[in-house]
């Protein structure tokens, strides 16, 4: 596709369960991001894949939170023992060379 | 600790007249800042940027500012349209473009026919 893809677009979920969050860069960009956007706030940084490797991952709040990017092309924001605070947009963004950051729509995690 | 502060939370303006948006950041080491956009239900979208070595960049309608003694920018949209009402996003990084983001919480502009 032209854009950043990401899948769910919305997802509920129960405290407590485990969630995957999918994000397909644009083809070509090697360099890749998660942020997270809580309502009436900016998108926080989560982490940064340069190809395979996380080059920057400062911004996951605790080890409930962990993302893999295995082949250097689609990345996963995988969410354990989801909590109500963990509820917020999951924007994915992708890079090439310095250049612009393209985000996706986002996938709206909700946790009941 | 907010590295990048956008203090009002909205603006309103008239089609054809001029919206300034403003911006201030604290950290003394970001040295790219850019403008986001961003419609409800999508995610945020690039507008304009500015290297800290510059003082203005002009894209069609879109002007930043920097002021960096101040530790200022603003974006300048002349002349305004209804399709400019969206959420706008202040960010700044370190080392360019593609570097971590630090974003502001976003102003809400109006634009009245």
């Known amino acids: 596709g032209a854009g950043v893809s990401q899948t769910p677009s919305n997802k509920v979920t129960e405290k407590g369960k485990y969630v995957e969050l999918r994000c397909d860069p644009i083809s070509g960009h090697t360099a890749l991001y998660w942020y997270r956007q809580s309502l009436g706030q900016g998108p926080e940084f989560l982490i940064y894949f340069q190809g395979t490797g996380a080059a920057d991952d400062s911004g996951l709040p605790n080890d409930r939170f962990f993302a893999v990017r295995p082949e250097g092309s689609v990345s996963t924001l995988k969410i354990q023992r989801t909590e109500r605070g963990d509820s917020a947009v999951y924007l994915c963004a992708s890079s090439q060379g310095g250049n612009t950051i393209y985000f996706g729509e986002g996938s709206w995690l909700t946790v009941v | 600790d907010q590295q990048v502060k956008q203090n009002s939370p909205s603006l309103s303006v008239q089609e054809g007249r001029i919206s300034i948006l403003n911006c201030d950041y604290t950290?003394?080491?970001?040295?790219?800042f850019l403008w986001y956009k961003k419609y409800p239900a999508e995610g945020p979208t690039f507008l304009i940027s500015i290297s800290s070595i510059k003082d203005k960049n002009e894209d069609g309608r879109f002007t930043v500012f920097l002021n960096k003694s101040a530790k200022h920018l603003s974006l300048h949209i002349v002349p305004s349209q209804p399709g400019d009402s969206a959420v706008y996003f202040c960010a700044a990084s370190v080392g360019g473009a593609n570097s971590k983001l630090t974003f502001g919480k976003g102003i809400t502009l109006s634009v009245r026919p």
């Open positions: 950290n003394s080491m970001f040295d790219y």
